[in-house]
C-alpha cells in the first residue's frame, strides 16, 4: 500500500506564497503522473496541475503562471509552489501519485488533503 503525506497548508494573506509537500512511502516500483487537485466548497474537485513521466506538466487555467509543481524522484515527493494567491484559491488541496508497486500492478493513491485559505 502506498500512502501519501501531505504538508505545508494554512492561512496566508492575498499575494502571498505557499508551498505544499506530499511524500509517497511504501514500495513503488515506477510513478506514471504526480498532481496536486483541490476542492473548493460547494464544488467539484478540480485538476491544479500535474506532471505525466515522459510528457511534461499540465496546469489549470486559473494557475498558470503563479503555481508551480516539482518532483524529487529520489524522495517519491512532489511539491506545489503557490505564489500570488488570490481568495478564490482557498480550498482544500490532495496530492495524487499513480505509479505502479511491481511490474503490472498499479496504484492510484490520494493525500488526506491540506487545507489553503487565502485572506482578503
Known amino acids: 500500500q502506498v500512502q501519501l503525506v501531505e504538508s505545508g497548508g494554512g492561512l496566508v494573506q492575498a499575494g502571498g506564497s505557499l508551498r505544499l509537500s506530499c511524500a509517497a512511502s511504501?514500495?513503488?516500483?515506477?510513478?506514471?503522473?504526480m498532481g496536486w487537485y483541490r476542492q473548493a466548497p460547494g464544488k467539484q474537485r478540480e485538476l491544479v496541475t500535474r506532471?505525466?513521466?515522459?510528457?511534461?506538466?499540465d496546469y489549470g487555467d486559473s494557475v498558470k503562471g503563479r503555481f508551480t509543481i516539482s518532483r524529487d524522484n529520489a524522495k517519491n515527493t512532489v511539491y506545489l509552489q503557490m505564489n500570488s494567491l488570490k481568495p478564490e484559491d482557498t480550498a482544500v488541496y490532495y496530492c495524487?501519485?499513480?505509479?505502479?508497486?511491481?511490474?503490472?500492478?498499479?496504484?492510484?493513491?490520494w493525500g488526506q488533503g491540506t487545507q489553503v485559505t487565502v485572506s482578503s
Open positions: 495524487n501519485i499513480e505509479g505502479t508497486i511491481s511490474r503490472g500492478r498499479l496504484f492510484d493513491s
Open positions: 511504501g514500495t513503488i516500483f515506477s510513478i506514471n503522473a
Open positions: 506532471i505525466i513521466t515522459g510528457r511534461g506538466t
